[in-house]
């Protein structure tokens, strides 16, 4: 059974530095990975989409790399501003399936 | 990216009534979508998956008779909490899974919640 863990739970930096978020995941068969922002009270904000075939993706500044092989996935987010605080939650499609298995999430503030 | 709509965006309800919720995708067709519940201060946990025109399937522990899903369109599903309880007071999320096309990938895309409050 396809397990996500993300770490931290919450971070809180300054703004203006350079972050990673982490995720990682039990089985390397996977179909793909994304990443998403998600803001209080809100739904779902897709950031990243990496096919498992893929070993990066970037979007403005954020990068999300994927190591298949060591069930790992990171989130780099260049030169953070306050409004990057939010929850990123990592989800990954197993092969075969149909659902998303989601991470708990990281709580991110990015301090003015 | 693709847009994902819900449709109320928050309700209040007696208790023993029903509830309906819809979701749509807005510019692509969804084979498949995805309802969610969240508590405060957690991820999401899966309800069910429903593909277009067949029955939809629950996750374990989900009651099918109280949650009904009904995936009549490629734009179109929708959420049925019947005989709502204070315990069914949640954030009630949709998604929809875009096509395998080179535009879209099988990205998934999600709705911008409602919230279902049972007095």
């Known amino acids: 059974k396809q397990e996500v863990t993300q770490i931290p739970a919450a971070l809180s930096v300054p703004e203006g530095e350079n972050l990673v978020l982490n995720c990682s995941f039990t089985d390397s068969a996977i179909y793909n990975l994304q990443w998403f922002r998600q803001d209080p009270g809100k739904g779902l904000t897709s950031l990243l989409l990496?096919?498992?075939?893929?070993r990066e993706q970037t979007s403005g500044r954020l990068n999300a790399s994927l190591d298949k092989s060591s069930g790992r996935s990171t989130l780099y987010i260049a030169a953070s501003q306050p409004g990057d605080s939010a929850t990123y939650l990592c989800?990954?499609?197993?092969?075969?399936?149909?659902?998303?298995?989601f991470g708990q999430g990281t709580r991110l503030t990015i301090n003015p | 990216g693709a847009v994902v709509s819900q449709h109320p965006s928050w309700v209040i309800c007696k208790s023993g009534t029903s509830v309906k919720i819809e979701c749509r995708s807005l510019d692509f067709q969804a084979t498949t979508m995805f309802w969610y519940r969240q508590f405060p201060k957690q991820s999401l946990m899966l309800m069910a998956t429903?593909?277009?025109?067949?029955?939809?399937?629950?996750e374990q522990g989900v009651e099918k008779d109280k949650f009904l899903i009904n995936h009549a369109s490629l734009t179109l599903s929708t959420l049925t909490v019947t005989s709502a309880h204070p315990e069914d007071s949640s954030f009630y999320i949709c998604?929809?899974?875009?096509?395998?096309?080179?535009?879209?990938?099988?990205?998934?895309?999600f709705g911008p919640g409602t919230r279902l409050t049972v007095l």
């Open positions: 990496i096919q498992s075939s893929q």
């Open positions: 429903s593909n277009e025109g067949s029955k939809a399937t629950y």
């Open positions: 989800a990954v499609r197993d092969v075969g399936a149909q659902k998303l298995v």
């Open positions: 998604s929809a899974r875009a096509p395998g096309t080179i535009a879209f990938l099988n990205e998934q895309f």
